[in-house]
């Protein structure tokens, strides 16, 4: 009995720690940068960091089309805790979302760094990068994309995508597939 009193609390304890190295780090974000060094990125809003729930845990129970007729297994993202669909059925968000059609959503962001959406008729992603510089913003979305997915980067440049950035953020890469930074063909940007 007491050896499982210690185990519940041993678990109890790495939960809570889990929770503050995910969750506890609150409006900003450091990732390693392609140059090797950290970036950290000042964030706005709601924050999407969750990758709790069964669905998170369970790494195949979702496939999804890739380019050449692959498929590929994912975890079921769009059961996970931060996706959504919006009003538009079929059309999904993973992370960060934004009111859309009149609908008023008190989840939503007013100014994102990102939004990735998830077509799921044509199962294919959109990654909108929405604030300088985006080749770090770009790295934070295709990070957060790949964990959400359960998947690796090559699994990622097998998807069905597209990363671009609207011209009032940054017209020189503007009406550009801008690609995942790792993948063969991608657009290299300052970070």
């Known amino acids: 009995m ?9 678990l109890a304890l790495l939960g809570f ?3 503050w190295v995910f969750v506890g780090f609150g409006s900003k974000q450091t990732i390693t940068g392609s140059n090797g060094g950290n970036v950290t990125l000042p964030l706005s809003g709601n924050v999407p960091t969750s990758t709790s729930g069964s669905s998170m845990q369970d790494k195949t129970s979702f496939t999804v089309a890739g380019s ?11 059961r996970d805790s931060t996706a959504g669909e919006y009003p538009n059925r079929g059309y999904y968000y993973l992370g960060y979302h934004t009111s859309g059609d ?4 008190p989840t939503a962001t007013n100014d994102p760094p990102y939004l990735i959406e998830y077509i799921k008729s044509e199962q294919y992603f959109i990654i909108e990068l929405l604030k300088e510089p985006i080749g770090t913003t770009r790295l934070i979305a295709e ?4 964990a959400h997915l359960g998947i690796s980067q090559d699994q990622m440049c097998q998807l069905n995508y597209s990363v671009s950035v609207p011209n009032r953020v940054n017209s020189q890469y503007a009406s550009k597939n801008l690609g995942f930074s790792f993948c063969l063909g991608a657009t290299k940007l300052p970070n």
Do not use: E, S
């Open 2 to 10: 007491k050896k499982l009193l210690i185990i519940l609390l041993a």
């Open 17 to 19: 720690i889990a929770f």
């Open 68 to 78: 050449g007729g692959v498929t590929i297994p994912t975890r079921d993202f769009l």
């Open 102 to 105: 009149g609908v008023v959503d």
């Open 143 to 146: 990070q957060y994309l790949m």
